[in-house]
């Protein structure tokens, strides 16, 4: 039987990437017992490893795919192909960002003045190409981990990754600028993209893990109406292509209306609904959504 060897980032984001699996259907255990965790899929064998590593063993072909953050497919100049970006991390659904920080008190106010100066990272490469693209030239040094305790005095800045600056903010750090953002990112071997099953279940994996993060933006908004509130009600719903209309069974004068609705905008859009004759408004959650 074929099978799909995938590769699970291992770390920060490995519980907020299991969730993310159980919502698509995919359900993961004995993660916490071995670095071989299963899966409710008999075509996919799992490995978790760290993102750091993940693109390079993508790119060789241990591995048929993985995810990964983007910065990690630049770092290590990885050859892969790119199947789908999905947006989450440990906490929220925004992307990360790698920043460069240095002590509250520290003269450094911009790029210009790292010249000459230490700086502590994990991601050695592309600190380089960030001082290389403003003309400065600095220490880079490789961090094996608690970068953000080093300075001030192991380094005098630091490039880390942030996705709410709280642990830069608990060390006394402020962020001077962004290096880049990053996003996780789905990735496939080159090779195993050629094959038509590899790739199918690539495929059908990644859209039910957008479908997942998709839904959860949204939510479903049921309402009933009268006739001749009918269009006040139509010009206040936004929709994804335009609102579900159908008459009740018990009386032609009234309508039933189905849209789904960005999670933000709901607390604004029911008492707008509910003051031009809206009724019986139910609102629910979505699983997944698929454009």
């Known amino acids: 039987m074929s099978v799909l060897r995938l590769g699970l980032p291992k770390g920060s984001l490995e519980n907020t990437t299991f969730e993310l699996f159980a919502k698509a259907g995919y359900k993961i255990e004995g993660a916490s017992r071995s670095y071989y965790p299963t899966i409710n899929d008999p075509e996919i064998e799992c490995v978790l490893l760290r993102a750091q590593e993940m693109a390079r063993y993508v790119e060789e072909g241990i591995l048929d795919a993985g995810l990964t953050g983007l910065d990690w497919i630049q770092e290590n100049n990885a050859d892969v192909v790119e199947v789908a970006e999905l947006i989450y991390g440990k906490v929220g659904r925004n992307p990360l960002r790698w920043v460069v920080a240095v002590p509250q008190d520290s003269p450094i106010q911009s790029p ?40 001030p005095y192991l380094a005098d800045a630091i490039v880390e990754i942030t996705e709410t600056g709280s642990s830069l903010r608990a060390n006394n750090l402020r962020i001077v600028d962004t290096v880049c953002t990053t996003t996780t990112r789905f990735i496939a071997n080159k090779e195993a993209w050629k094959d038509s099953f590899k790739r199918r279940k690539v495929e059908r994996l990644a859209m039910m893990l957008q479908g997942v993060l998709a839904a959860e933006k949204k939510v479903a908004l049921m309402l009933n109406i009268k006739k001749d509130n009918l269009e006040k009600v139509l010009s206040l719903l936004p929709a994804l292509h335009k609102p579900t209309i159908s008459s009740l069974a018990d009386d032609p004068n009234w309508f039933a209306v189905m849209t789904i609705v960005d999670k933000d905008m709901i607390r604004d859009i029911i008492p707008d609904l509910i003051a031009v004759g809206a009724e019986g408004l139910v609102e629910y959650t979505l699983n997944k959504i698929f454009f």
Do not use: C
């Open 112 to 151: 210009a003045d790292l010249q000459g100066k230490r700086i502590a990272t994990e991601a050695v490469g592309m600190t380089k190409r960030y001082l290389a693209s403003h003309n400065v030239e600095a220490t880079v040094e490789f961090s094996w981990g608690a970068t953000e305790v080093k300075p």
